[in-house]
């Protein structure tokens, strides 16, 4: 069965930084664009960054862009978000997600077929 396994969560003081990775289990996933999505108490789940199968190009969403940046280490089979100077706002679930088509990079949320569990992050003020 495949699995996304995201870790790296937890309290952080506004300002602050923090580093979420993804590891999947059970394939890799190294045709495909990653993405993070997250998901606030009583919100809907929102498009955070997407990165290309070979990592070249990217996506942010504007609330992120500058602070946030997603990377991946195709030989490591592992996607990060390195958070920067986060924000209250930036408290949500994070997830996750593979994209349904190789070699196919979008931020649209259907796109996306397989998914973590998501780690909780917690900004401070």
């Known amino acids: 069965q495949v699995q996304l396994v995201e870790s790296g969560g937890g309290l952080v003081q506004a300002g602050g930084s923090l580093r979420l990775s993804c590891a999947p289990s059970?394939?890799?996933?190294?045709?495909?664009?990653m993405g993070w999505f997250r998901q606030a108490p009583g919100k809907e789940r929102e498009f955070v960054a997407a990165i290309s199968w070979s990592g070249d190009s990217s996506l942010y969403a504007d609330s992120v862009k500058g602070r946030l940046t997603i990377s991946r280490d195709n030989a490591k089979n592992t996607v990060y978000l390195q958070m920067n100077n986060v924000k209250p706002e930036d408290t949500a679930v994070y997830y996750c997600a593979a994209h349904g088509t190789p070699y196919t990079l979008s931020r649209f949320t259907p796109s996306y077929d397989y998914w973590g569990q998501g780690t909780q992050v917690t900004v401070s003020s």
């Open positions: 059970g394939r890799t996933f190294s045709n495909r664009a």
